[in-house]
């Protein structure tokens, strides 16, 4: 292969690198600095913050004393505070006395010598900062879309196929096929009337425009355009791009999303020739589907076969715009639903339900990284807000080595009146160490193999 063929390879490569250590570095420095702030107010002395390990790129010293840097390997960061060995010790016993021979008070400053509220209150910090970042850019998203007008009101029509339809920007859309359009928050009422419009090509819209009703033809109210692409996934694999449309499948003219659904559904994962309209010509891509597993509102996971691909109405629904506090709301349901997804999801895999290729290392959390930064600013800022989520969910569990851990120890420590011994302390250390590297040795084998 000549050079010039590994030009775009690379540039993918480096771009994906990019995104997966920008999106890993604003995480950190979120976490570490929970700790660090907390710690700080509870009158445990940082000596160190650093973003990355390794050799130092950069560092200054601020007036309280604390070193901040950027080490040359962006893939992590820890808080140092006085009494620590090293950025991941424990307790190390020649360095505390040595601080307590000089001062005495100095002691209240370490990490170990602070009362048990001040250590359980830092080291739940970085977790809690985690989500607390991604409520706030759940929540300054939301205010950012708005929400949809009710009610439903044609904002930006979509570019299809067929044509030019005489609905217009800012048409009232009060009825399709004769059914009067319920309103957005009435979810039930909202599934049966999509689920009863007929399944034609052209539909009659009743809509309001200049304070009267008229009657104007539209296209099928969710055609087969692809709004979104899915990292990792057989549509992305292909090709496919937000805007397509999906004119047919093997040769059969579609025109509404439900078909295409139907028919990846039911090819048991037999490679399906598609006939894309993309900016006024057509094109052909050949994918295969893949084994899926959802999570269902109701709970459990169902596996269906997919291409990776999310649609829409024919036209953006025109908004207005979501209030501080309904955003709020949201940005914390958001949160709480990527929780008890990532739970669920865990515990259907220890049961065997759904494939343990669900979980994710970092080369799958690179590559999605890249591929939701090509999808723009906003695609990005939210993956690293859902990333932030599970960061902070992780590091909850109950994992020597981990906050979680770390937690526990101090729980023991609450209930007995006196820490865990220094021997039991560094098996369960190692243990944990050894459970980590474990669990990143099998999704790095989830990454390269499923």
Known sequence: MELTGLIPQFGGFAYTLVAFVLALSVIVAVHEY????????????????????????????????????????PFGGYVKFLGDANAASGKDEATMAEIFRENPDNLRHTMHGAPLWARAATVAAGPVFNFAMSILVFTAIFMFRG?????????????????????????????????????????????????????????DYDVRRDGQVVTVPGPFLFPPQ??????????????????????????????????????????????????????????????????????????????HWRIGIAGGMAFDPATETAGPISAFASGVGQTIEIVRGSLSGLWHMVTGAISTCNIS??????????????????????????LSTAVGLLNLFPIPALDGGHLVFYAWEAVTGRPPSDAALRVLMAAGLAVILSLMVFALGNDLFC
């Open 34 to 73: 929970g700790h660090y702030i907390v710690g700080r107010w509870s009158g445990i002395h940082a000596e160190v913050f650093s973003l990355g390990f390794g050799p130092v790129l950069w560092s200054r010293v601020d007036r309280r004393g604390t070193r901040w840097q950027v080490a040359a390997l």
């Open 147 to 203: 929400v949809a007008s009710d009610p439903l009101t044609v904002g930006e029509f979509r570019a299809l196929p067929d044509g030019v339809y005489e609905l217009r920007e800012g048409d009232e859309v009060v009825g399709i096929a004769g059914m009067p359009t319920p309103a957005f928050d009435d979810a039930e009422a909202w599934t049966a009337f999509t689920a009863g419009i007929p399944m034609e090509r052209s539909l």
């Open 226 to 303: 692809v709004n979104h692409v899915a990292p990792r996934s057989a549509a992305i694999d292909a090709g496919l791009e937000p805007g397509d449309v999906i004119t047919g499948i093997d040769g059969a003219p579609i025109f509404a999303f439900d078909q295409l659904k139907q028919a990846v559904e039911s090819s048991d994962g037999r490679p399906l020739l598609l006939d894309v309209w993309r900016q006024g010509g057509t094109e052909q891509f050949t994918l295969a589907p893949r084994r899926t597993d959802e999570p269902q509102p109701e709970g459990g996971y169902i596996t």
């Open 361 to 386: 290392g970092p080369l799958g959390i690179a590559e999605t990284s890249g591929a939701m930064a090509s999808q723009g600013a906003q695609s990005f800022i939210w993956f690293i807000a859902v």
